[in-house]
C-alpha cells in the first residue's frame, strides 16, 4: 500500500498545490490573511541531515528470478481470502496472478500448463516472524547478529544491516512452501530496531531479497525478555513497571523531536533539530509509516500496551507470540490489531504457561480479527501449514465452526496484513504477485509437501528437479546431503 512521505505540514502544502493548481501563475491577489510572505524558506541540509530528503538509503535492488506464463489447472484451490475452487485454474503472467476460476477458465495459448490433478494450491507462505540471516545457521557467536542489547532503545539499528543471505535456512524454507518473511531484530529490548520484509529468493545481498514497496517495521518487546536482560545488569528496566515507564519516556522524547522538525519545517526558522536515528524510528511510528510489531504473551500486557498505544496516538499493527491473545481475542479485533502465534509451544517460561492450542482458532472467532500463524524459529518456518493444522483441529475440538479455507488465510492473507504487504501478495488476486505454492496433499495434512514454489511467478523450488533445489556449502555432512527432496523421507531434503 502507498504510505506517503510526506508528514505534517508537508501534506497540508501538497493539499494546497493539488487543489488549486495554478495558483502561483493566475496573478490573483492573495487573501488579507495570507501570511505566507513571510515566512522563512527551510534551506536544503547537507546530504544525510534530513531523512526527507531520502526516505529510502538502502533501496530494494530486487529482480525476479526468470519466469514464463504459466497456467496450474485441474488442482483444488485455496486463494487465502476464503475462497475453494475445485478443479481450479491459476493463470500467471509477467510475474502477476491473471486470473483464478474453475475448470471452464481458459488458458490462453502459448502458457506453460502445469498438471495439479490431485494437487493443492495455495498462495505463498508467508512468515511474519523469522530471524533467518541474522541467527543463521551455522549459530555461532561471531554470526548472531539478532539481538543489539546494549540498551533497553536500540530503535536506531535496523534488522536488514545483519542480514546474512547465505543463511541455509532460507533455502529450507522455501522448500516449505515460504516465499516472503519478516525479518526481526531478537527480543531483548524494549525497542529492538526495525525489521525488514524480504522475498525468499537466493542472493548476493540484502538488497536483492528486500520486498520493494514493503513498510518498515519497528521490533518492541513486554514482559520477562527486557526486564530479565537489564535487570540482570541492575539497571531499568528491571520489573513490568520499569518496561512501561521506558516505552512512556521514549515516545515523549520521540514526539518532541517530531514536533521541533515539523515546526522547524513549517517555518524556515532557526536550525533544524540533529537528526537522531532512534527518535527518527519512533517518529515514524507515531506518523503511521512504521509498523509496531509487539513480542508480548500475557493478556494483561497487551492491554496495557494499547493504553500506551492511544497516549501517544500510534497503532499497534501486531502482537508476536501472543500466547494469551485467545483472552482479550474481540480487544484485539477492536483495535484492528493481529496476533501472531504458535500452537503448540507453552511451558518454556512463566509467560508461557497458559498457553492453548486453540489460540489461533479462539482469536479467529472475534468478528474482525487477523489470527496469524509464525515461527519464531528456522524449523518451525518449514512446516507453518501444519502448525495451521493443529490450530484447526484444536479450534474444532473446542467446538468452533471453521473452514479449512479460512485457515488457510493464518499463514497466507493474514500474514501480509500483519506486516503490511496484504495489497501485493498473500492471496491469489488478480494483479497481486504470482506467490503460489503446489501442494502434494492438502496443505493441512501432516502428509502435504510442497512440491512447486513460485515466486513472482518464478520457479523458485521443485521437488521433483534438483535444479531448483539450492544448496550451500554449510550443509555438506548433513543428513539428506547430495539426495533430492523427493528421494528423502525426513526432513526439508
Not at 531520502?54 to 497456467?71: I, K
Not at 514493503?214 to 531499568?236: D, F, I, W
Not at 498505544?309 to 482479550?328: C, L, N, P, Q, R
Amino acid at each position: 500500500m502507498f504510505r506517503s512521505p510526506l508528514r505534517g505540514s508537508s501534506l497540508a502544502v501538497l493539499a494546497c498545490v493539488l487543489a488549486l493548481g495554478a495558483c502561483a501563475t493566475t496573478g490573483s491577489t492573495p487573501a488579507a490573511d495570507d501570511t505566507t510572505g513571510d515566512k522563512a524558506e527551510a534551506k536544503p541540509l547537507a546530504t544525510g541531515l534530513d531523512v526527507q530528503a531520502n526516505l529510502d538509503p538502502f533501496p530494494s535492488t530486487y529482480t525476479p528470478l526468470p519466469r514464463q506464463n504459466s497456467a496450474i489447472v485441474g488442482a483444488t484451490v485455496f486463494d487465502g481470502a476464503g475462497r475453494k475452487i475445485e478443479n481450479g485454474v491459476v493463470l500467471m503472467a509477467d510475474g502477476k496472478v491473471e486470473a483464478i476460476g474453475g475448470a471452464d477458465t481458459p488458458v490462453p495459448a502459448g502458457y506453460t500448463v502445469i498438471d495439479g490433478r490431485g494437487r493443492f494450491v495455495t498462495p505463498g507462505v508467508i512468515d511474519v516472524h523469522s530471524h533467518l540471516g541474522v541467527y543463521p545457521s551455522p549459530g555461532v557467536s561471531g554470526m548472531s547478529d539478532g539481538n543489539e542489547a546494549t540498551s533497553p532503545n536500540t530503535a536506531q539499528v535496523w534488522a536488514e544491516h545483519s542480514i546474512w543471505p547465505q543463511d541455509p535456512g532460507f533455502n529450507t524454507a522455501r522448500a516449505g512452501g515460504v516465499t516472503t518473511l519478516g525479518i526481526l531484530p531478537g527480543s531483548a529490548n524494549l525497542f529492538g530496531g526495525r525489521g525488514v520484509t524480504v522475498r525468499n529468493v537466493p542472493s548476493i545481498t540484502m538488497q536483492g531479497m528486500k520486498l520493494p514497496g514493503a513498510p518498515h517495521t519497528l521490533k518492541m518487546a513486554c514482559g520477562e525478555n527486557p526486564s530479565r536482560v537489564y535487570g540482570g545488569r541492575n539497571q531499568s528496566p528491571a520489573t513490568g513497571m520499569g518496561n512501561v515507564a521506558g516505552y512512556r519516556a521514549a515516545f515523549i522524547a520521540a514526539r518532541d523531536y517530531k514536533d521541533k522538525w515539523d515546526k522547524w519545517r513549517e517555518t524556515g526558522e532557526g536550525s533544524p533539530p540533529t537528526r537522531n536515528l532512534q527518535n527518527e524510528t519512533l517518529a515514524g511510528v507515531l506518523d503511521g509509516s512504521i509498523l509496531v510489531q509487539n513480542h508480548c504473551y500475557r493478556a494483561d500486557e497487551m492491554a496495557v500496551m494499547f493504553d500506551i498505544a492511544k497516549e501517544f496516538g500510534y497503532k499497534i499493527t501486531t502482537f508476536h507470540h501472543a500466547i494469551e491473545a485467545y483472552k482479550v481475542a474481540p480487544m484485539l479485533a477492536a483495535n484492528g490489531t493481529c496476533a501472531a502465534m504458535w500452537t503448540g509451544w507453552w511451558g518454556f517460561k512463566m509467560e508461557g504457561l497458559d498457553a492453548v492450542e486453540a489460540n489461533a482458532a479462539l482469536v479467529d472467532a472475534a468478528e474482525g480479527s487477523c489470527a496469524v500463524i509464525h515461527s519464531d524459529d528456522p524449523e518451525l518456518t518449514q512446516r507453518l501449514n501444519q502448525e495451521a493444522a493443529a490450530a484447526l483441529a484444536a479450534g474444532r475440538a473446542a467446538g468452533l465452526d471453521i473452514s479449512e479455507e479460512r485457515a488457510i488465510s493464518w499463514f497466507t492473507l493474514n500474514a501480509a496484513r500483519a506486516i503490511g504487504i496484504d495489497d501485493q501478495t498473500g492471496s491469489l488476486e488478480a494483479g497481486k504477485r504470482a506467490d503460489v505454492v503446489i501442494w502434494s496433499a492438502s496443505p493441512l495434512s501432516v502428509y502435504a509437501r510442497a512440491d512447486q514454489v513460485f515466486i513472482d511467478g518464478a520457479k523458485a523450488y521443485d521437488r521433483f528437479d534438483p535444479a531448483y533445489q539450492p544448496r550451500s556449502d554449510f550443509e555438506l555432512g548433513q543428513p539428506g546431503y547430495g539426495m533430492t527432496a523427493a528421494n528423502v523421507t525426513q526432513g526439508a531434503r
